[in-house]
């Protein structure tokens, strides 16, 4: 049953929308539903491949591999031509080439303070950040914030925070790894100028584009790796996303011990900035 049914009564519609928001489908963006998977299917099977090779996915999706291609090339461009960060908040704005962009309410730019010695950088906003137009304002946001504040920071006064991807995914689905490598280059000329003495990358797929890490996030976190601002080689501490921790209150523990790690490198660094 979908929307499209013709019979559908009020009640059995009210459902069904419940329905399709508990399942995160909660934007609608086109009358009639597509699939998917039979596309890529049907397109695997015209493409000329080798009975004994693997398919490409140029040979899956080619159009979408030229795009995202393209898009990276002119996000690197954009990105590097940005003398400070309301240049690259306003080159991001002017970006097309993700598609995120489409179905998010606004941009997502950044919170806190710009040159702070800590820059955190999550995933991609949610349904609230996209409201606001403000990173980790929901309900991770708020453990986010006590988090910071049990090591004597805040947003308010010395942390900036960033997302690699700043446009919502529909539905707070995980961004693709195409759309977080067309958003890469932006986010890293976005550390570059704020110049964070530390950055902490918040949940796995900020650790994976940042750091390239490939391990888990639950071996790889609490460590301090060299990060390559684009200026100098700063310390990046990867730590527990706050959604994480809220659906796996056992594992707060974890989150403590990198916040009191993030404390002590910051004493043991000199100290340039607030
Ligand atoms: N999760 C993120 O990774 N970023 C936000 O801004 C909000 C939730």
């Not at 309301?86 to 303070?113: D, I, Y």
């Not at 310390?235 to 659906?247: E, I, K, N």
Request: overall charge neutral.
């Amino acid at each position: 049953m979908t929307f499209n049914d013709p019979v559908l009564d009020p009640v059995t519609a009210a459902a069904l929308a419940r329905f399709y928001a508990d399942s995160g489908v909660d934007l609608a963006l086109d009358d009639a539903p597509h699939d998917r998977l039979g596309e890529a299917r049907a397109l695997l099977e015209r493409a000329p491949a080798k009975p004994s090779e693997p398919p490409r996915l140029e040979a899956v999706a080619p159009a979408a591999a030229v795009h995202a291609d393209s898009a990276v090339q002119d996000a690197k461009r954009l990105a590097a031509a940005a003398p400070d960060l309301a240049a690259l908040k306003e080159a991001l704005n002017g970006f097309e080439g993700c598609l995120l962009k489409r179905t998010a309410t606004q941009l997502v730019f950044s919170a806190g303070v710009p040159g702070s010695r800590v820059m955190l950088v999550g995933e991609a906003p949610g349904a609230d950040e996209d409201r606001a137009g403000e990173p980790f304002v929901g309900r991770s946001g708020q453990l986010l914030d006590k988090m910071l504040a049990a090591i004597g920071l805040s947003r308010a006064e010395n942390v900036y925070i960033a997302n690699v991807v700043p446009w919502r995914p529909p539905g707070n689905r995980t961004p693709t790894l195409a759309e977080m490598a067309i958003c890469e280059p932006f986010i890293r000329r976005q550390i570059e100028l704020c110049d964070p003495d530390v950055l902490v990358t918040i949940g796995a797929p900020s650790m994976q584009t940042l750091l390239n890490i490939k391990d888990g996030i639950l071996r790889a976190r609490g460590r301090f790796y060299a990060f390559d601002t684009g200026k100098r080689e700063i310390p990046a501490l990867a730590t527990l996303h706050p959604s994480y921790l809220l659906r796996r209150p056992e594992h707060k523990a974890f989150a403590w011990r990198d916040m009191k790690a993030l404390r002590a490198k910051l004493a043991e660094l000199p100290t340039t900035k607030n």
